[in-house]
């Protein structure tokens, strides 16, 4: 249905999907390493993703960008 979602609820690792398991993509692999634990917050239309990303008990605020990594002519 288009709907994109944020996981604030599980604070582990920040979470995105669009409706089922299988489109679920855990963001805290795109931080950089020594960050424990990341959350979404929220999304906007565009499919970016705020949140924070947790080192050494600080949070750093963090945006992710989607991109598209297709095969040209996909």
Wanted: no cysteine.
């Amino acid at each position: 249905d288009g709907v994109i979602q944020v996981d604030a609820t599980q604070f582990r690792h920040a979470l995105v999907w669009s409706g089922s398991a299988e489109s679920a993509v855990d963001l805290h692999q795109f931080l950089p390493e020594g960050f424990d634990l990341s959350m979404a917050t929220g999304v906007d239309e565009n499919g970016n993703v705020v949140g924070f990303a947790y080192t050494n008990g600080f949070a750093h605020p963090f945006l992710w960008i989607p991109i598209d990594i297709s095969p040209p002519g996909t």
